[in-house]
């Protein structure tokens, strides 16, 4: 009865401790995976892109002089925000939380030794070119989005007038 009992008891913690371990495996790789990526310097030049597309957008604006000190003073409050919004510190544990909770111990084993290889590091270094060359590509693909979103608007505010001047029935 009492070796029964052992028996039963073990074989249900057994599956608990494998998936603890396999948990821990799977944290320790997608840690070593963040380390290989880099994410960060991505993090980083986003931070970099908003404090660009900030400047350029305060400088388009017709500020008048008695107010630029104190948007001046508001612009750094907001990068101030955003970059402690995207410390490294403080995502870091999430990237590597999300990376072991969405791959299974032997993809990440897959990726790391893709991304340890020549071919991997390739791809790694040159992603923030294809990402502006991308980037770049959408704008060209979408740039009669505005115009074409303008006419959109203008054919249902035309129906809708179309309809409010109909007789109800």
């Known amino acids: 009865m009492i070796l029964s009992r052992i028996i039963l008891v073990t074989a249900l913690l057994l599956p608990s401790a494998a998936t603890a371990a396999d948990q821990d495996n799977r944290k320790a790789l997608a840690e070593e995976l963040v380390s290989i990526m880099q994410p960060e310097k991505m993090v980083n030049q986003t931070m970099e892109q908003v404090s660009a597309v900030m400047k350029q957008q305060m400088q388009s604006m017709d500020i008048p002089a008695s107010m630029k000190a104190e948007t001046d003073r508001m612009a750094q409050e907001m990068m101030a925000y955003v ?87």
Request: no cysteine; hydrophobic share 35%.
């Open 83 to 169: 970059k402690e919004k995207l410390d490294w510190s403080k995502l870091k544990p999430q990237y590597v939380d999300m990376y072991a909770d969405v791959f299974t111990e032997d993809e990440l084993r897959q990726v790391v030794t893709f991304y340890k290889s020549p071919g991997g590091q390739a791809f790694l270094n040159k992603t923030p070119q294809l990402m502006q060359r991308s980037m770049a590509m959408m704008q060209g693909v979408l740039s009669d989005l505005p115009q074409r979103m303008q006419e959109m608007a203008q054919k249902i505010k035309k129906d809708a007038e179309a309809t409010r001047d109909q007789p109800k029935q």
